[in-house]
């Protein structure tokens, strides 16, 4: 058994495909977007900083950096907002009678940085309600962009 899984191992790495659970952690800084020397924040942007952090550092794959300079990755927030409804809920009241309650949906927008390469994240909380489930969800993408391109990442 054990060395079938080193077999499997060696055949991953000689591919490329080293699940990024084995690699280094990737260095990573979280962050408000800077305009002319401005901090471009307001609580919001600041509590969905926190809490991203808080769901990155969860994660054994990366480390957390305290500037961009410092990191492989720089992911920059933007903004969070509520683009629209994601349906409603039936409330009844009394006999006869029900109110459709709208169930809002919450986002993070984002902008991941590698070098010279930028994409914009919009990350929806996926009905959780709760801007944490937003910030989960902006982890889980920011992850699924690093494992498809751990091979341009530094070992």
Do not use: C
């Amino acid at each position: 058994m054990k060395n079938s899984v080193a077999l499997a191992i060696f055949v991953i790495q000689l591919a490329g495909m080293m699940p990024l659970d084995a690699q280094a952690p990737v260095s990573i800084y979280v962050g408000p977007h800077m305009r002319d020397g401005f901090v471009d924040v307001d609580q919001g942007i600041l509590d969905s900083i926190a809490d991203i952090k808080n769901e990155l550092q969860k994660m054994r794959r990366y480390t957390l950096a305290a500037t961009p300079e410092q990191a492989t990755i720089a992911l920059v927030v933007l903004s969070r907002h509520s683009p629209g409804d994601s349906g409603g809920v039936g409330i009844p009241i009394g006999a006869g009678m029900t109110v459709i309650a709208p169930i809002k949906r919450l986002a993070i927008e984002s902008i991941l940085k590698f070098g010279t390469y930028e994409r914009r994240l919009l990350s929806e909380d996926e009905g959780g309600g709760t801007w944490r489930a937003a910030a989960k969800r902006t982890a889980q993408d920011l992850t699924a962009w690093v494992t498809a391109n751990h091979h341009m990442l530094p070992k």
